[in-house]
């Protein structure tokens, strides 16, 4: 009798080991499945997406960060609005601990935003003749090259300081489009892109050139014409430093607000772009 109840108690014991292991492996199990589940699903720039026809893609791309408060107000405008957006940046801009803090929240925002490459310098600050000389070829690759590692940029995407020039997989077109800096980006891999319509700035001030509902009916015109560089694709350009002031702001929410309006339009960062996701 007392070996019996020795091997039941044994037994017993046994059984509710496993059954609490078994407890317990369940909830790190869940853990883990929730954790796998985090990391399978974490959205990585340049991961390819699906169109549809039936839609007009819209690429908010902003030029010039850090550069506040218009970064910080059209950061805002775009998160509250649960709009995505591109921002090409410019690493000689990113002096001080805040343009810092800018950049990198920019960074880490996607898939909401994406941070690209607009140069270190700005175009050797703004002197184009000399930034896209052939001579220079190599100082302005690696001002591009500075830049991406400097603001640690994840993505191959670069938009030409000063330029309107498109290139992807040997396909360049636009005013730069025999220039060797151009086709030397190219062979590297680098996806450059330009813009459809630009909500342009004053000439005397930092304001936005266009009225809200002027941007509005260029951008339907340009859909209904067709007249874009990629079919139902539309890149926006505009500069962060023109929506510095409150009222600028409001105008950038309207704008938002009217283009989601209508049901058909998608926003997205420009490595969901058609170009940039060729292979």
Known sequence: MNLIKMISGVVFSVLALVAITGCNNGKTDTKNADSSKIAVGKEVPGTPIKYDSSKRYIYLTWDDSPQPPGTVNCRSVFKSEG???????????KVGPLKKRLIDSIRNDYPLFLLANHSFSHGFQDKY???YSPTMMDSALNDFLRNEKELNIPVKIIRLPGNNTWASNGDIQGQKAGNPLVKKLDSLGYKIIGWDL?????????APKESVDEMIQKINQRFDDGNTNQLNSI?????????EKPRYADSLRRFISL?????????????????????
Do not use: C, M
Not at 83 to 93: D, E, R
Not at 198 to 206: H, L, P
Not at 235 to 243: A, E, N, T, Y
Not at 262 to 276: G, L, M, N, Q, S
């Open 129 to 131: 003749s000399k930034f």
């Open 83 to 93: 709009v995505k957006a591109t921002f090409f940046s410019v690493g000689f801009n």
């Open 198 to 206: 630009e909500w342009g700035q004053q000439r005397k001030a930092k």
């Open 235 to 243: 890149v926006i350009l505009s500069h962060d430093r023109l929506f």
């Open 259 to 279: 283009l989601k309006a209508d049901k058909r339009t998608v926003f997205e960062t420009i490595d969901h772009y058609p170009t940039v996701q060729k292979k």
